[in-house]
């Protein structure tokens, strides 16, 4: 069940990526970082078992906005790229700080929801901080190192600088994440079989991206020549 999930969700979103991507463009992916980040800072917080092995749902999110940045800097350009990245960052904060306030409130006699809420969201100031600096650091590293790899082939083998970069700053992002968000709460031994699980469904998902990132490209070319 959990296996037929991940590859709906990965045909989904990537696929939803590119909707936004041709209804909106620029804005629309800057918009699609900020939301998708929250999101998987939600489902970070959940394990799965998939193919035999232990991992969180945020592996997908965190791909897809990869993903975006990677469109971002393939067919705008860096600078706007690295802004949507800094645009993502400052509305994870914002989410964090109203989710705080929202488990602060005193619940009502009638309240159902409290208790969840704050099993949720009580890890989201360790868990926000964690992320919002890996976020940053990764997709800016992402950003800079696809940039690089595009200059040196010359704009050739696209498929090369996706997967080298994306799969890179994803592991680095995932390891640093794993012990700085649940340190102390898994033993070192889970935290890297969560890392090395992740880092590997990642690369696959990495692969799977690459598709994505061409057919953005032909969207593109589509929307330039209708607005000709």
């Known amino acids: 069940m959990n296996e037929l999930l991940f590859i709906f969700s990965i045909l989904f979103i990537f696929g939803m990526l590119l909707v936004v991507n041709k209804l909106i463009g620029e804005n629309g992916l800057v918009a699609w970082i900020a939301v998708s980040t929250i999101l ?15 991992t969180n749902l945020g592996n997908v999110l965190f791909a897809s906005n990869f993903l975006a940045s990677d469109i971002l800097a393939e067919y705008y350009n860096e600078k706007k790229a690295k802004n949507a990245v800094y645009i993502g960052v400052f509305f994870v904060l914002f989410y964090l700080v109203v989710s705080q306030i929202m488990i602060f409130y005193v619940p009502s006699s009638i309240d159902i929801a409290d208790s969840s809420m704050k099993a949720l969201f009580g890890l989201a100031p360790r868990v926000c901080i964690a992320s919002v600096s890996l ?16 200059k040196k082939t010359e704009g ?10 994306t799969i890179l700053c994803n592991g680095l992002e995932n390891y640093a994440f794993s012990f700085l968000a649940f340190y102390g709460i898994y033993d070192v031994q889970t935290l890297f079989t969560i890392a090395t ?3 590997l469904i990642e690369a696959v998902v ?3 991206d690459t598709p994505f990132l061409y057919l953005a490209g032909k969207i593109g070319e589509k929307e330039s020549t209708e607005n000709e």
């Open 135 to 150: 976020v940053l650091i990764s997709n800016i590293l992402d950003i800079k190192l696809y940039s690089l790899l595009k």
């Open 197 to 199: 699980v992740a880092t």
């Open 40 to 54: 998987a800072e939600i489902a970070v917080c959940k394990n799965v078992d998939m193919f035999g092995l232990n």
């Open 156 to 165: 050739k083998y696209m498929w090369l600088r996706n997967n080298v970069s």
């Open 206 to 208: 990495a692969i799977c």
